[in-house]
């Protein structure tokens, strides 16, 4: 039996899933119960692994309260090699990035510091410490 890569539609339309998920606090149970699902059905939804459909995708975006197309912002254009990515979107380290618990952590705790100096001196901090591992590997 052979296993098959998850589509790339599938896997960002799963993680923007996942980030929103976890902004609104919600853990996968409770998006389960909502859609009547277990939460492993989620799981294997914001891996990419299974598919969403259309009356699915609804459901999810009324629960996590975005517009569906939320869920496809910034991912790949679906054109016929799947791997472009819409213009005007996040580059995919910073989605990868938001959809970690830390890194929604991070940026809300970073967005509630008012004083424009501290954010600067934190940002720095955070660069110098970036730089001692070596260069970006981007």
Not at 5 to 11: C, I, R, S
Not at 39 to 61: C, D, H, M, P, W
Not at 62 to 84: K, T
Request: net charge positive; aromatic share 6%; hydrophobic share 35%.
């Amino acid at each position: 039996m052979s296993t098959k890569a998850p589509n790339p539609v599938d896997k960002y339309v799963g993680s923007r899933v996942r980030m929103r998920r976890i902004m609104l606090g919600m853990s996968q149970e409770k998006l389960g119960e909502a859609l009547g699902l277990t939460f492993q059905q989620v799981q294997k939804y914001e891996k990419g692994t299974n598919r969403v459909g259309a009356s699915r995708l609804q459901q999810i975006s009324e629960i996590l309260q975005v517009p569906v197309s939320f869920l496809f912002d910034g991912g790949p254009s679906g054109a016929a090699n799947g791997e472009g990515f819409s213009d005007g979107g996040s580059p995919a380290y910073v989605s990868d990035f938001l959809a970690t618990s830390e890194g929604l952590a991070l940026t809300r705790a970073f967005t509630r510091i008012t004083d424009s100096k501290m954010r600067r001196s934190i940002v720095e901090l955070v660069e110098q410490i970036a730089s001692r591992d070596g260069p970006d590997p981007r």
